[in-house]
């Protein structure tokens, strides 16, 4: 028998207003200081799934990235024109092609996501200390959260 899941409170779909927007925002206004790195958004998130997972089939990227193959096979070339990515066949099917992150791209999103959390540390500075706790315990949360939607 499967079980019914209960509908959120009122209460429950105005937090979840309020995380959707603060993280849509929040993610925006840190996405400029990828514009140093010369990563576009797509390109930034595949790259941080092949550092991150670990070397990808390109069906498995296109499904990770929710893109169409086309669409992650222009960006992989691209990436591998610039040395962020390495593409080689597959041990054991050699029509398959998996993509890995080289270091070259890893030190580049490295360094992107360090602009990016400094940018948010000098921005909980602007905050007290019992606040900059209540954001922490957020995070936690959150992080906890991502995991179960």
Same mark, same amino acid.
């Given at each position: ?6 509908? #959120? ?26 514009? %140093? ?13 092949? %550092?991150?997972?670990? #070397? ?5 990227? %296109? ?6 193959? #086309? ?14 990515? !390495? ?15 080289? %270091? ?28 900059? !706790? ?16």
């Amino acid at each position: 028998m499967t079980a019914r899941k209960k509908a #959120p409170a009122p209460d429950d779909m105005v937090v979840a207003d309020k995380i959707h927007s603060a993280a849509i925002r929040l993610l925006r206004r840190l996405r400029t200081e990828d514009d %140093a790195s010369g990563l576009s958004a797509p390109r930034a998130s595949a790259l941080s799934v092949l %550092a991150f997972v670990g #070397p990808q089939t390109l069906g498995d990227l %296109a499904r990770a990235e929710q893109v169409k193959p #086309p669409t992650i096979t222009r960006l992989i070339q691209e990436m591998e024109r610039e040395g962020l990515v !390495a593409v080689a066949a597959d041990a054991d099917d050699k029509r398959v092609k998996r993509v890995k992150a080289t %270091a070259k791209g890893k030190r580049l999103l490295i360094d992107a996501r360090q602009r990016r959390v400094m940018r948010l540390a000098r921005g909980l500075t602007t905050h007290s200390q019992s606040d900059q !706790a209540a954001l922490a315990k957020a995070a936690t949360l959150l992080l906890e959260l991502a995991q179960r939607v």
